[in-house]
C-alpha cells in the first residue's frame, strides 16, 4: 500500500469518468428507491401531513392481504398464457419470416405495428370492438355462424381475462417475432446445409441445430415477457378499468397498486392508502427481481458458448 | 463409392443477367480426388452447392453412380460436406457433432460410440470428444468437421475451401493430413478452393473455372505444361507465366519476334503447339519465368534463345533470384474477368516486365543490362483474338 | 419547505418584474372534471373576464377518475393549481387538515345559497370551498318518445318497473343502460334505492347508528338492485364504461338510464334531438321513491395560491345572480336563492321528483364517505350473483363510520 502510491490513486482514477452515470443513477433510481421506501414505513395516506412510522406493518399486512395474492395470480395467469403464445405462435411466425417469403417487410411491418402503437388507444379500439352493444366482433362472428362465440366478452369473469390475456398476446407478438428472428438471422446457413446434408429433415433440422441456437432468444424473451406481463396496467385499465372489472376478475399488481395509491373514484378518496400502495410496489419489485434471477440462472445454463 | 456426372448443370440466381454456373459437364471417376479452383466468384462454390442439393439448378442434371440426383434432397444423395467455417454445431460436443450423421440415421448406440471413437482416433481427436466445438482450435475444429464427414462412410465428399481459415502453416499439414485420408477411404472427393497450391498439390484433376464456365480439366502437370488458354496459363504457376505480344515469322524454322529482339523456336514447340506452323503475325508468346535463365550461367547458349535486357527490380527469395526484366514488347495481363485481358501499350520509357527465375548464382543486380537464355523449347503460343492456345 | 422559500424568492422576483408593468394581470389556474362542459364553462369565466380585466382564468378539464389521481399528485407535489373542485364533505375536510386549502370563511359571500348548501359546504362554522357550479340531483331519465311508442308511463315502483323490464325486453328493447364498469352509476342507484326506504330522516338514523344498511327492508334495496343488474341493463353492462354508457343512453340504446341533472347537457350535445323526461328512480317495495342530491364540486383555492384576493373575487362573482343564472340555464342546478332556470324543463322535472323524498348523497357525509367506494367495488360481486344481497348490504354496513 505505502509502497505504490502512485498505483493506487491512479486506480481510483477511473471513478471520476463514472461519476455522471453514477450520480444520475442515483438521483433517479437509488434515491426515488430508499425514499419509496421509506414512505412505506409509514402510513401516509397519499393527503396531508399526517404521517406517522409504523415500520414494516404495510408489509407484513400485505402478506395476509388477499386482493394482493389475487391480482398477483392474474397477473401469473397472463405470464404463463403469454409465454406459451409467444414461444409457440411467435417462433413459428418468425421462422416463416426468416424464410424471407414476398412482402416480408410487409409482413413484419404489420406484425410490429401494435408493439409501436400506444396501447391506451389500440386498448380503447378493442373495448369498441368487443363491446356486446357496438362492437365490431360479436357481429362478425354471427355473420360466420359462430353465435355461440358471441360472448359479452369483457362482462363475463372467465372470459375477461381471456380478452386481456388475448389483447396482451396481439400487443406483444411483434416482439417475440422480432426477438426470434434477429436470433434465427445468427443461425448461420452453413450450418442448417450441414445438418440436412447429414441427413436431417427439415423438421430435425428445426429442433436439433437451429433452435438450440435460439437459446438467448428464448431466455431473453421469457425474461422480458415475466417483467412486461407482471407490470402490466394499461391494457387492463383501458379494458376493464381500475377496478379490474368484472368483479376484479382482471384485477392486476398494476391496476391493484394504482387503486390503493391514487385511488379509483372521482367522489371519494377514502380507500385510498398510498404507503401501503407504495409497500405493495416495492415487494413486488423485489420478488420479480428474485424470480428474474431465478429465471435467467436457470435459463442461462442452458445457453450455448460460442 | 461412386463416380460423380454432371451434365451441362446450370444456374442462375434471382435478379442476376450473368448466369453463376454455365453448362458445366464434369466427369469425376470412382474414387478420384476432382479439385474446383478458380478466382471468386467463378462458380466453384456454385457447382458444389449444386452437387450436395443445397441449391436447385437452373438446368441440367447430376448423375451420382448411375443414379440421377439433380430432384434428390441432400440428405438423399449419400454425400458428406465439409464448409469451409466447419459449420460445428456449437450446442453439441465434439463427440455428438461426429455422431450426428448416424443419431440422424437412428443407427445403435453402441455402434454410434465405436465409430465415433475409430474416427476420433484416426483423427486425434480422442482427447477432445466431451468439449464443445467453440474450445477447440481451428486446425482441431477442421478435423472434428472431417470427421463429421467420414464417419458415415458416404459415396463422395464435397469440401468447399476446408483450409481457407487455417494459418498458412497449418494449412500446409492438413493439406497432406485430408489428401492421405481420402487416399485411404479412396471416396470420390470434390475439393473447392481459390488456392492453385492447394489444387496442384491434391488434386488427381484439377477443373479451372472462371466466369461460371469450366476452362480446363486435366492433371497437375498437364495444367501446368498444356495450359488451355491465356487464362489457366497465367492462374497456374507462380510467379505466373509471362505474356506478350510477339510476332510471328517465318515457315520452316520458326522465328517469334519480342519487341526487337527476335527468338528461334525449337521443335519441341511446334510439337507442342502445332496451331503455329500455318501461322505468321500476331501471338500471344508465354513463357516461365522458371524457363529463363542467366545466360552466364549456360555455356551452351545458341544465336536465338536469349534476349538482352535491363533488370528492373531484383527479389532474393534465397533459392531463387526473381528478376523482373524489362523488355520493350507489349505485355498482355489476364484479370479474373474475360474483359480483363488488357494490353499496356508499348510508350517510348515504359515496357512488359517479364518475370525471370534466376539461379542464385546469378551475378544480376537492379540497373544492369543481362542477358537471358531462354529455353525455346518450352514456349507457349496462344490465339491473341480468343486467347486460346494454339495446339491445334 | 425549500419549495415554498424557492417559490417566494420567484414570486419575489416576480413581483418586482411585475411592479414596473403599468397594468398588472393575474392569471388563476384552476381545474374541474367535467370536460362535457367545456363550453358552458367557458362562456360564464369569458363573462367573468369581461367584468374583470385584469384577472385571467386558465381552466383545464381532467376527465373521470383521473382527475383525483392527478389532483392528489399535484397537491402533494405542491404543484396544483390556485383554483380546485372536490366533492364537499370528508374530501374537502380532508384536505383542510392536509393544510392544502385556504379557509374562506368571511372572504367568500355565502349568504345567498340556499340553505341545504350552506348546510353542505359549512363544517364547525367554517367554510373552505364554494359551490359555484351548482349541484346536482339523481333520478331517473327515460325517453319519452319509445314510452309513448309504446303507450308506456315511467314506473314508480318497484313491481312497476320489474314488470316494464319484461314488457320492454320482449319487445326487443333494452330497458335501462347503466355502465357498471367502474361501479359509480349503479352506487347511485344503491343509494336512490336504499334513501327510499328509509328518507332523509332514516339517513340521519343511519348515521347515528340507529338504521342499518342490513335491516331487513334495506336488504330488499339490495335484492332489488341485483334483480335489475341481472335482468334490465344492456348486454356487457359490467365492461360497459362511462363515455359508451352514456352514448348508448342519448343514442336511445336502451329506455332509461339513471343519471343526474346535470348529465342532460351531454346527452344533448350526443344527440340533439334527444326527448328525455325524468322521474324520481322506482322505490323499493311500496315506499316512495327517492332522489338524491349532492353538491358538484364545491371550488377551493389552494393555500399555495400567489394572488387570493383574485380567487376570492372569482368565487365572489362566480356566486353571484348573473353567474349562477348561466349556470342553471347550461349547465345544472343552482344553489343560489334566489336565482331560477329561466326555461328548463329537465331541471323543473329534477324539482318535482325531489318534492316527495330527497337525500344527500352519501360520499359527502363524513359516517358514509367509505360506503360509496364499497358499494362501488362490491356491485360487480352483486350483479353476477358472486354476492348475496344480504351480504353486500352487511359490507356497506361495515363501511358506516358512526361518530361518537
Redesign the interface.
Same mark, same amino acid.
Given at each position: 500500500m505505502q509502497s505504490n502510491p502512485k498505483n493506487r490513486r491512479s486506480s481510483y482514477s477511473h471513478l471520476w469518468f463514472v461519476l455522471p452515470g453514477l450520480a444520475f443513477f442515483l438521483a433517479v433510481m437509488i434515491f426515488p428507491i430508499l425514499f419509496a421506501f421509506g414512505l412505506s414505513m409509514t402510513d401516509w395516506s397519499g393527503l396531508g401531513n399526517d404521517v406517522s412510522f409504523i415500520g414494516l406493518a404495510n408489509y407484513t399486512e400485505i402478506l395476509g392481504y388477499w386482493p394482493y395474492y389475487r391480482a398477483a395470480l392474474h397477473n401469473a395467469a397472463i405470464f404463463v398464457a403469454i409465454l406459451v403464445f409467444q414461444h409457440t405462435v411467435g417462433l413459428y411466425i418468425a421462422v416463416l419470416l426468416n424464410e424471407k417469403p414476398r412482402f416480408m417487410e410487409f409482413y413484419r411491418t404489420v406484425l410490429f405495428l401494435p408493439v409501436i402503437l400506444s396501447l391506451v388507444a389500440t386498448g380503447f379500439v378493442w373495448t369498441l370492438m368487443l363491446s356486446p352493444n357496438i362492437g365490431l366482433i360479436n357481429p362478425a362472428l354471427r355473420s360466420v355462424g359462430l353465435d355461440f362465440l358471441a360472448l359479452q366478452w369483457l362482462s363475463n369473469p372467465t372470459s375477461a381475462l381471456g380478452v386481456v390475456i388475448a389483447v396482451t398476446a396481439w400487443n406483444s407478438l411483434g416482439w417475440a417475432i422480432i426477438i426470434y428472428l434477429a436470433g434465427l438471422q445468427n443461425v448461420s446457413e452453413e450450418l442448417r446445409q450441414a445438418a440436412a446434408m447429414d441427413g436431417a429433415n427439415t423438421r430435425q433440422i428445426f429442433w436439433r441445430v437451429t433452435f438450440p441456437q435460439l437459446s438467448p432468444a428464448f431466455t431473453a424473451l421469457s425474461v422480458l415477457t415475466f417483467i412486461g406481463t407482471f407490470r402490466t396496467f394499461d391494457v387492463v385499465y383501458v379494458l376493464t378499468g381500475p377496478l379490474g372489472a368484472p368483479n376484479f376478475s382482471t384485477d392486476v399488481l398494476g391496476t391493484l397498486i394504482y387503486r390503493t395509491a391514487f385511488g379509483s373514484s372521482s367522489f371519494s378518496s377514502a380507500e385510498i392508502r398510498f404507503a401501503f400502495g407504495v409497500a405493495m410496489a416495492l415487494l413486488t419489485m423485489l420478488v420479480m427481481a428474485v424470480i428474474c434471477r431465478l429465471i435467467l440462472k436457470v435459463l442461462r445454463a442452458r445457453e450455448i458458448e460460442t | 463409392m461412386a463416380s460423380v456426372t454432371l451434365q451441362g448443370l446450370s444456374k442462375v440466381y434471382d435478379g442476376s443477367a450473368k448466369p453463376s454456373l454455365d453448362h458445366l459437364d464434369l466427369e469425376i471417376s470412382d474414387g478420384e480426388f476432382l479439385v474446383l479452383v478458380g478466382p471468386s466468384g467463378c462458380g466453384k462454390s456454385t457447382a458444389l452447392k449444386l452437387i450436395g442439393g443445397l441449391e436447385d439448378p437452373s438446368g441440367g442434371d447430376v448423375y451420382i453412380g448411375e443414379q440421377r440426383v439433380t430432384d434428390f434432397e441432400s440428405r438423399d444423395r449419400d454425400i458428406a460436406m465439409v464448409f469451409q467455417s466447419y459449420a460445428l454445431y456449437p450446442h453439441m460436443s465434439v463427440f455428438d457433432n461426429i455422431a450426428f450423421p448416424l443419431q440422424i440415421a437412428k443407427v445403435d448406440k453402441a455402434e454410434i460410440s465405436k465409430r465415433v471413437q475409430a474416427v476420433a482416433e484416426t483423427l486425434h481427436l480422442s482427447a477432445f470428444l466431451n468439449q464443445r466445438p467453440g474450445r477447440l482450435s481451428g486446425g482441431q475444429r477442421q478435423r472434428v468437421a472431417m470427421g463429421r464427414a467420414i464417419i458415415r462412410q458416404p459415396s463422395v465428399f464435397l469440401m468447399d475451401e476446408p483450409l481457407s481459415n487455417l494459418d498458412a502453416k497449418l494449412r500446409v499439414k492438413m493439406r497432406s493430413e485430408i489428401a492421405q485420408i481420402q487416399r485411404r477411404l479412396d471416396v470420390t472427393t470434390i475439393y473447392v478452393t481459390h488456392d492453385q497450391v492447394e489444387a496442384m498439390t491434391m488434386g488427381d484433376r484439377v477443373a479451372i473455372m472462371r466466369e461460371g464456365v469450366l476452362q480446363q480439366v486435366a492433371t497437375p502437370d498437364d495444367l501446368y505444361r498444356k495450359p488451355a488458354n491465356t487464362f489457366v496459363a497465367s492462374f497456374i504457376g507462380s510467379p505466373p507465366m509471362n505474356l506478350f505480344r510477339a510476332s510471328l515469322s517465318g515457315t520452316g524454322d520458326k522465328q517469334i519476334t519480342l519487341g526487337d529482339q527476335t527468338l528461334t523456336i525449337a521443335p519441341e514447340s511446334i510439337e507442342a503447339y502445332p496451331g503455329i506452323s500455318a501461322h505468321t503475325g500476331d501471338v500471344i508468346l508465354g513463357i516461365r519465368p522458371e524457363d529463363i535463365e542467366d545466360a552466364d550461367l549456360s555455356p551452351d547458349t545458341r544465336a536465338g534463345d536469349t534476349i538482352t535486357a535491363e533488370v528492373a527490380h531484383l527479389e532474393s527469395l534465397g533459392a531463387d533470384h526473381m528478376v523482373h526484366l524489362a523488355l520493350e514488347a507489349e505485355q498482355v495481363h489476364v484479370g479474373d474477368q474475360p474483359q480483363d485481358q488488357v494490353e499496356t501499350p508499348l510508350g517510348p520509357t515504359s515496357g512488359g516486365l517479364c518475370i525471370c527465375r534466376f539461379s542464385p548464382r546469378s551475378k544480376a543486380r537492379s540497373g544492369d543490362r543481362v542477358r537471358a537464355r531462354i529455353a525455346t523449347d518450352n514456349l507457349h503460343f496462344f490465339d491473341p483474338a480468343t486467347g486460346g492456345a494454339l495446339n491445334q | 419547505m425549500k419549495k415554498r422559500v424557492f417559490r417566494s424568492l420567484v414570486t419575489a422576483a416576480g413581483l418586482a418584474f411585475c411592479a414596473n408593468q403599468t397594468l398588472a394581470e393575474t392569471t388563476l389556474t384552476m381545474w374541474h @372534471?367535467h370536460p362535457e362542459w367545456k363550453s358552458a364553462v367557458e362562456a360564464i369565466l369569458d363573462k367573468f373576464e369581461a367584468a374583470h380585466p385584469d384577472i385571467k382564468i386558465d381552466l383545464e378539464e381532467i376527465a $373521470?377518475?383521473n #382527475?383525483? *389521481?392527478r389532483l392528489?399528485?399535484a397537491? &402533494?407535489a405542491g404543484e396544483a393549481p390556485d383554483l380546485f373542485g372536490l366533492?364537499a364533505g370528508?374530501?374537502t375536510v &380532508? &384536505?383542510a387538515? &392536509? $393544510? #392544502?386549502i385556504t379557509d374562506l370563511t368571511g372572504k367568500v359571500d355565502v349568504a345567498n345559497l340556499r340553505d341545504a348548501a350552506r348546510e353542505a359546504i359549512e363544517t364547525n362554522g367554517q367554510v373552505w370551498g364554494v359551490p359555484i357550479l351548482g349541484a346536482y340531483s339523481v333520478g331517473l331519465y327515460y325517453h319519452r318518445d319509445v314510452f309513448e311508442e309504446n303507450g308506456l308511463t315511467p314506473p314508480s315502483t318497484q313491481a312497476e318497473f320489474l314488470e316494464m323490464c319484461t314488457t320492454l325486453k320482449d319487445k326487443g328493447i333494452t330497458p335501462m343502460v347503466v355502465p *357498471?364498469?367502474?361501479?359509480?352509476v349503479p352506487s347511485f342507484m344503491y343509494m336512490m334505492l336504499t334513501s327510499s326506504v328509509m328518507g332523509a330522516d332514516g339517513f340521519a338514523d343511519l348515521r347515528a347508528g340507529k338504521r342499518k344498511f342490513t335491516d331487513p327492508d334495506m336488504v330488499d334495496a339490495a335484492r332489488f338492485l341485483q334483480e335489475i343488474g341481472q335482468n334490465c341493463l @344492456?348486454?356487457?353492462?359490467?365492461?360497459?364504461?362511462y363515455v359508451?354508457g352514456k352514448a348508448?343512453a342519448a343514442m336511445k340504446?336502451g329506455a332509461m338510464m339513471p343519471g343526474g341533472s346535470a348529465d342532460y347537457v351531454g346527452y344533448k350535445e350526443i344527440n340533439p334531438n334527444v326527448d328525455l323526461g325524468v322521474v324520481p328512480f322506482p322505490a323499493v317495495g311500496d315506499n316512495a321513491p327517492s332522489t338524491v342530491t349532492g353538491l358538484e364540486y364545491i371550488f377551493l383555492v389552494n393555500s399555495d395560491a400567489e394572488d387570493k384576493d383574485a380567487a376570492y373575487t372569482f368565487l365572489n362573482w362566480m356566486l353571484s345572480e348573473e353567474a349562477q343564472q348561466m349556470v342553471v340555464d347550461t349547465i345544472t342546478m343552482t344553489t343560489h336563492k334566489d336565482v331560477t332556470p329561466s326555461e328548463n324543463r329537465i331541471l323543473d322535472e329534477f324539482t318535482s321528483a325531489a318534492k316527495v323524498n330527497d337525500v344527500r348523497?352519501f #360520499?359527502e357525509l363524513p359516517e358514509t $364517505?367509505?360506503v360509496?367506494?364499497v358499494v362501488? @367495488?362490491n356491485v *360487480? *360481486?352483486l350483479?353476477?350473483g358472486?354476492m348475496s344481497p344480504e351480504d353486500f348490504a352487511q359490507a356497506a354496513q361495515d363501511a358506516v363510520k358512526i361518530a361518537n
Open positions: - | - | @372534471q $373521470g377518475t #382527475y383525483s *389521481a392528489n399528485t397537491l &402533494a366533492p370528508p374530501e &380532508a &384536505a387538515e &392536509a $393544510g #392544502y *357498471a364498469s367502474d361501479g359509480i @344492456q348486454p356487457g353492462a359490467l365492461s360497459t364504461p359508451e348508448l340504446r348523497v #360520499y $364517505g367509505n360509496w367506494s362501488q @367495488q *360487480a *360481486a350483479f353476477l358472486e
